[in-house]
C-alpha cells in the first residue's frame, strides 16, 4: 500500500510540475500573441493626420520663393502656441552643431497672436531662419497636426512630409554630404 501510495504521490507532483510549465509557457505565448495582436492593430488603425498628400506638390505655389531658395532642404512649419512645436524646436537646437543657424532648414511660423509670435521669436530667431507666414497656407496645403517637416528639393517639390525630426538627423550631425547616405 505504501508503495502505491509513493507512486501515486509521484505521478501527482510530476503531473503539476509539468502543468505549471505547460502553463508558464503558454502565458509566455500569450504574452507574444497580445503584442504581435497591438502591433498589427495599430498598423491597421488609419493615420488621423495623414502628410502624404504632399508629397509631389510644389511648395512655391504656397510660399514666396525666396522661402524656397538652396540650400533650403527642410521646411519646419510650427505654431507658436503649439506645446509639441516648442518641444522639437528645443530637440533641434540641442542636436546642432556649435549653435549656427543651419543653412538647409527653414522655420515658418503661422502669424496667429503677436504676442506669441514675439516670444517664439525671441527664443528661436538666433538659432533658426525664422519666416513668419500666414496661417492660410496650412489650410490650403490641409495639414491638421503640427510641427510639421517638409522636406524640399531645388525646385520647392515636397519629396518627404513627416512629423519626425529623426528624419533631419544627418543635416544636424553634418549636413547634406551625411544626409545622402540616411534612407
Not at 16 to 32: C, E, M, S, W
Request: charged share 20%.
Amino acid at each position: 500500500m505504501r508503495a502505491e501510495m509513493v507512486i501515486t504521490l509521484s505521478y501527482s507532483i510530476s503531473f503539476t510540475v509539468i502543468a505549471a510549465i505547460l502553463l508558464v509557457v503558454v502565458l509566455k505565448r500569450l504574452g507574444t500573441l497580445k503584442i504581435s495582436l497591438n502591433n498589427l492593430e495599430s498598423l491597421n488603425r488609419p493615420n488621423l493626420y495623414p502628410l502624404d498628400h504632399l508629397v509631389g506638390q510644389n511648395i512655391g505655389s504656397y510660399l514666396p520663393t525666396i522661402f524656397l531658395q538652396p540650400p533650403i532642404r527642410f521646411l519646419l512649419l510650427v505654431t507658436p502656441s503649439c506645446g509639441s512645436c516648442y518641444e522639437t524646436m528645443e530637440e533641434i537646437t540641442q542636436k546642432l552643431t556649435h549653435g549656427a543657424k543651419p543653412e538647409y532648414l527653414k522655420c515658418l511660423l503661422l502669424n496667429e497672436s503677436e504676442e506669441h509670435i514675439d516670444y517664439f521669436l525671441k527664443r528661436y530667431a538666433s538659432s533658426f531662419d525664422i519666416e513668419v507666414i500666414d496661417p492660410s497656407i496650412i489650410d490650403e496645403l490641409e495639414i491638421k497636426i503640427l510641427p510639421c517637416i517638409l522636406r524640399v528639393d531645388d525646385h520647392g517639390n515636397i519629396d518627404e512630409a513627416t512629423i519626425h525630426i529623426w528624419r533631419m538627423e544627418a543635416f544636424l550631425k553634418g549636413g547634406e554630404k551625411d544626409a545622402k547616405h540616411v534612407g
